[in-house]
């Protein structure tokens, strides 16, 4: 007889733990997390809050999680492991009651141009696929495989453009300027100069061309074969300038094969630099910017290409292959269709489409094409993507770790998000999530509050329970802003970002400030902004509102940052000279877009504008040789101080000794990063401290030199706070570490790697640097999405620095989801009334009141309840 035997009946199977409901912690010491222990519900959502640099990601990420992956990686074979880049091992002493992790981090560095909202959702993968299997080839074509519909594969990309859909080249116009000049002076400005430039012209004359008529009465055919041809002629040249000199043979170029060869080949930067402004960038034509072979293209589903589906916005794509997905007999079709559109694959393939694209739809995603490239997405819109696509994974039984789900996000758009973790959470996973988001917070199961400060300050556990008993908790930094009129507002809706009611910590602001002028764009044209007019006040703090898609970024951060950039920078490469911050040390990531003026008709009021600074979210490096100190300059003067003491004087170290860059000072075994890769045989490669400085970075002679009883090692392993205060008597540092502290970065360290900072983080140390700056003029500062990443305490601290750049007289002008620094902005800009061709409109603009009353915009009810109103 069978006796069926339940995993209950073997407890030495199954322990107490994995059956109580709860993760429990215990000795948890990442970073500044101090011995801690807590309980942690699963199949629950459960929100860890605090200040930054509290501690709450330390626990959710560094432990938790950390944690998860560690063991999995452990049921891999060693050999395997070796090919997976695997975390680090958690300082903690046990977790019981652990299931499987997936993490959903903010994104860290600069996404490639290659990578799109297809790639990232792997939908790309399933339309190449539709395709190749049931596309409608060109009869006697044969079937591609579904590499060959990718720009980003050797089968599939443009052989001109290399798959970016973006060409470089040049045109008779980028390569002669001025068509009233002869050849011989110098008619050809992309040819080289002095000598080089005499020979090519003495080689055309021999050649037997007019080198003395103007250029524009020259024939085509002749300016197109000196611009152009690839043949590379050699005559024999008898100098006329010099009668001594000899005949000689020399080799003729066009323009085109020199600025080409120059760019390919030349090892002087000066010469690369100068040829790359003779060259014009914008669509392929060979693939008319789609990245993609003629061949890909000839392949159609629905009468339309690969490129033109991917062009198109996801809610339009999803009519597009509804049709198809409907069939009811696809065997049936399978064996009559010609065209193999309507086969049992496509309908199988454009199911599942319809089905993922449905959640990026309900997300409020349906604006976005699965073509646009992801350096262009908003923090919120990357964030949204990728939970998405775990959405539609059909795990079960896991815990999610998302890093601020609702960052970058306007209040209309956080809603669906709410439903979104619900949804995975009632399908048997644990919703873990780090958040600053007071709505995202009081709807939790659970919260776990970490603090009180940040830093050394920090690393507690204050709270771990129901999310309404952190009001009994008077130590918690979070407590006045999740309960702002002291209930415990949980389930209230979520529709209240704690304006200005009573018992909340309100955003200062300071008397109503009026314009003293106005910045005037008409006809914008560029994404779905459409022959728009905009007007900015001067003078005051402007907030320019909307929900995600609605033209915000393409207006400030594109179109109005570049009309000003190119008024105050307009000769070719004088951006260079620009600061951290300013526009000349961002990318420009129009990828391609209409130039300045094709973009904009009119212009007004730029004349008031002395300086721009665009402060954004991009890392402060792209290694972890570039850190807080160095980045801000501080690090300069710390050097200074330790070459003038009297033992560094003695030895004849400078300041150049003190840098872990430069070979003199820093240990030669790590090259100054102060670790080393560790290969091991069938395992793993790791990192570990380097075994000659121990970390350090530096030799042992430049760590005996001290400066007020601490090395220069040590220096660097101080937090802001503690070094304002060692540094107290240094000036430019102790400016640089008060800004820092003023922007809420009192518990970074000096020496922090930038890979290991926050895109908020980064946001504030640049801000910091321009803070610490003498003015000069009047300076115009654009911020996108300042507040993301920040608790509601450190916006307060944020909010008081953009107010005090006003009050000196400036501008300041901030793309902003956060409704409380709405509320305490000057003027309001709002666009919508939806996503993208839904959008790029101004559907409301004047103070924060008036917009909170307006009917037609979807912020003003977010608007009205931080007011109060």
């Keep these: 007889m069978h006796t069926e035997q339940h995993a209950s009946d073997l407890p030495f199977l199954v322990p107490d733990h994995a059956t109580d409901g709860f993760v429990r912690v215990r000795g948890a010491r990442e970073n500044n997390l101090r011995n801690v222990d807590v309980d942690v519900p699963r199949d629950a959502i459960v929100a860890f809050t605090g200040v930054s640099g509290s501690g709450k990601s330390s626990l959710a990420f560094g432990t938790i999680y950390a944690e998860a992956q560690r063991r999995y990686f452990e049921s891999v074979a060693p050999y395997a492991r070796r090919l997976i880049q695997q975390g680090h091992n958690p300082k903690v002493e046990m977790i019981t009651g652990l299931p499987p992790a997936v993490a959903l981090q903010q994104r860290r560095g600069t996404p490639s141009s290659r990578s799109t909202v297809g790639t990232v959702t792997t939908l790309s993968n399933s339309l190449r696929m539709l395709f190749s299997r049931a596309g409608t080839y060109p009869a006697g074509t044969a079937q591609l495989d579904s590499d060959a519909f990718s720009p980003n594969t050797a089968a599939g990309a443009c052989p001109v453009c290399h798959g970016l859909g973006i060409a470089h080249t040049v045109s008779e116009s980028s390569l002669v300027p001025d068509t009233s000049l002869s050849i011989a002076d110098g008619a050809i400005a992309a040819w080289p100069g002095a000598w080089q430039g005499k020979n090519l012209r003495d080689i055309l004359s021999h050649l037997g061309y007019d080198v003395h008529t103007p250029w524009r009465k020259l024939p085509k055919k002749d300016r197109d074969w000196i611009l152009f041809t690839e043949e590379q002629p050699v005559v024999e040249v008898t100098p006329k300038r010099d009668r001594v000199a000899k005949p000689y043979k020399g080799r003729f170029w066009s323009a085109k094969s020199y600025v080409l060869h120059t760019l390919a080949d030349s090892k002087s930067d000066t010469m690369r630099q100068r040829v790359l402004r003779f060259m014009e960038t914008g669509p392929c034509e060979r693939c008319s910017g789609s990245g993609l072979t003629p061949d890909a293209l000839a392949v159609t589903f629905a009468g339309r290409s690969i490129a033109e589906l991917n062009a198109v916005p996801m809610a339009e794509l999803a009519e597009i292959i509804r049709p198809t997905s409907k069939l009811k ?324 170290f400078g300041a150049g000794r003190f840098s872990f860059n430069v070979a003199g000072g820093r240990c030669e075994t790590c090259l100054g990063e102060g670790f080393v890769a560790v290969e091991l045989l069938f395992l793993p490669g790791s990192y570990g401290p380097c075994p000659e400085c121990q970390g350090s970075r530096y030799n042992p002679e430049t760590l005996e030199v001290t400066y007020n009883g601490k090395n220069v090692a040590e220096v660097l392993a101080m937090t802001v706070d503690a070094a304002a205060e060692f540094l107290g008597d240094v000036p430019a540092a102790a400016r640089s570490l008060q800004t820092l502290r003023d922007v809420g970065l009192g518990y970074l360290r000096l020496g922090q790697p930038a890979t290991e900072l926050s895109g908020g983080e980064a946001q504030r140390i640049k801000l910091a640097t321009e803070l610490q700056r003498a003015r000069r003029g009047h300076t115009l500062y654009l911020l996108d999405e300042p507040t993301t990443g920040l608790h509601p305490a450190d916006v307060q601290l944020l909010m008081a620095q953009l107010h005090g750049l006003v009050d000196a007289g400036n501008t300041v002008i901030v793309v902003e989801h956060e409704m409380d620094v709405v509320a305490a902005a000057d003027w309001v800009i709002d666009l919508g009334p939806a996503g993208g061709d839904a959008g790029g409109e101004i559907v409301a603009s004047g103070t924060p009141a008036a917009v909170a009353r307006s009917k037609q915009s979807r912020t003003a009810p977010y608007l009205a309840t931080a007011l109060g109103v």
């Design 329 to 652: 007999d696809a065997g049936t079709a399978s064996r009559a269709a010609a065209s193999g559109e309507t086969n049992e694959v496509a309908v199988a393939i454009t199911r599942d489409l319809l089905l993922r694209i449905t959640v990026l739809l309900e997300l409020g995603l349906g604006y976005l094409a699965l073509g646009r490239a992801t350096p262009t997405l908003s923090p919120g819109e990357m964030q949204r993507l990728r939970i998405a696509t775990q959405l539609r994974s059909g795990l079960f039984g896991v815990v999610y770790v998302l890093d601020e789900p609702s960052a970058g996000l306007h209040p209309a758009d956080a809603e669906p998000l709410q439903a979104v973790l619900e949804a995975l959470k009632s399908s048997g996973n644990s919703v873990f999530v780090v958040e600053h988001n007071m709505d995202v917070v009081r709807r939790a199961d659970w919260l776990v509050d970490v603090g009180p400060r940040a830093g050394e300050g920090g690393g507690e556990i204050l709270y771990s329970g129901p999310v309404a008993g952190l009001a009994k908790v008077e130590s918690s930094v979070t407590r006045p802003f999740l309960f702002p009129d002291g209930n415990d507002g949980t389930h209230d809706g979520g529709t209240r970002r704690g304006g200005a009611a009573p018992g909340k910590p309100a955003v200062s602001k300071p008397a109503v400030r009026e314009a003293d002028g106005w910045l005037g764009l008409k006809g914008i044209s560029r994404h779905n902004l459409r022959d728009l007019d905009a007007e900015f006040p001067l003078g005051i703090l402007t907030a320019v509102t909307g929900v995600s898609g609605s033209g915000k970024s393409t207006l400030v951060s594109q179109v109005l940052a570049e009309v000003v950039g190119a008024r105050l920078h307009p000769e070719p490469g004088a951006e260079a000279a620009a600061g951290p911050g300013d526009l000349g040390s961002e990318n420009n990531e129009s990828n391609g877009q209409l130039n300045v003026a094709e973009a904009v008709g009119e212009t007004s009021g730029m004349d008031r504008i002395d300086r721009l600074v665009r402060v954004d979210q991009k890392p402060i490096g792209r290694t972890p040789r570039s850190n807080l100190a160095t980045y801000t300059g501080l690090f300069d003067a710390v050097r200074k101080e330790f070459a003038a003491t009297e033992e560094a004087r003695a030895r004849g």
